[in-house]
């Protein structure tokens, strides 16, 4: 490491693990205070039986709340508004996330717009909001987005067709809890596409510019836990051990780039479910192994520490054959999920490559991605990865 650089790492969010961690959740808000939530969630939570284990913590612990479920894949700055409405009508002091990404960055924009005067995407970039939102406690139910640990909430702009990042410290969850009893039984598509989405996180993280010793500690662990742990938590509805293991290594993820930003991949999946509405881990999935191979010659010896991360020997010497293999082992990792092959059978159509890839150039993953990357490049990118 080069030393005469100065860097900075921080942890704030508090994480709370372990089977049947979620009856912590009435202490957790004693502590901070705090006793009439608002739990953000979603249609799908409810009818999966989860948001019902909450709610019986609460009837045992006498906690009253109120539930938003209106959240939606990829949302909309409409729907933190009406979040923020129910949120102020209720007269709550805090604020839970119960599902998976889009639930938690809803939760983070409500509690922007709450403690502020604006629109939510009026606070796009970095530190753009003056009061720090209320108490905060995030309850993954998937092992992908890592957002109970990062400082950011990613919203729709209908009307632009774009994803807005709003981020702060201040917005870091107060409190994490990671409890497999909830993700143990996710639909396998959920599972192969919000682990794909942690190992996307894990390796952009690991090789982009911003990087550090810490946050490439953190997220070449999570590669090995990913690999070790991923398909035997999405191919069962039983394996609590590697379900856990897996809610660990999206939080190594996202503690990792949670502080370095991740890079061309995530800014190509962002237009891609802005103008096309496809989830978010399985744009990245897809597009994984395209921009690992545009990659490679930037940073040989990265990625082939990433493939002995995902289980390749040390067999082969060369850099650049090392990493190739890592590419491979993603590929393989994608099959055995059953991850769409491209992006042409999600319903892209070729000729929304030229404003995604605008969209893309405009995202702050892009000059810290390892390789330099122009329009050019990110166009050619969306059309290795249409076949």
Known sequence: MNYSTIHEFSAPTKLVFGQGAIE???????QANVSFPLVVTDQGIREAGLLRI???VFEGADISHTVFDETEPNPSAETVKSCTQQYREGGCDCIIGLGGGSAMDVAKGTGVMVNNSREILSYEG???FKNPPPYLLCIPTN??????VTPFAVITDTKRRFKVTIGGEALFPNTAILDPNLSVRLPIPVAAATGMDALTHAIEAFVCLAGNPITRSLAIQAVGLISNNLRQAALSNQNIEATGNMLIAATLAGRSFGFTRLGTVHAMAHPLGAHFDVPHGVANAVLLPHVMKFNLPACPAKYAEIARALGESDCLTDNLDMGSRAIDLVISLSQDLCIPKNLKILGVRREGFQSMA????????????PRETSHQDIYQLFEQAFF
């Open 358 to 369: 605008i969209d893309a150039m405009k995202s702050g993953n892009i000059p810290v991605n």
């Open 54 to 56: 909450l709610e019986l």
């Open 143 to 148: 092992y992908g987005t890592g957002s109970e």
């Open 126 to 128: 970095m530190d753009q």
């Open 24 to 30: 912590r959740v009435p202490s957790l808000l004693q």
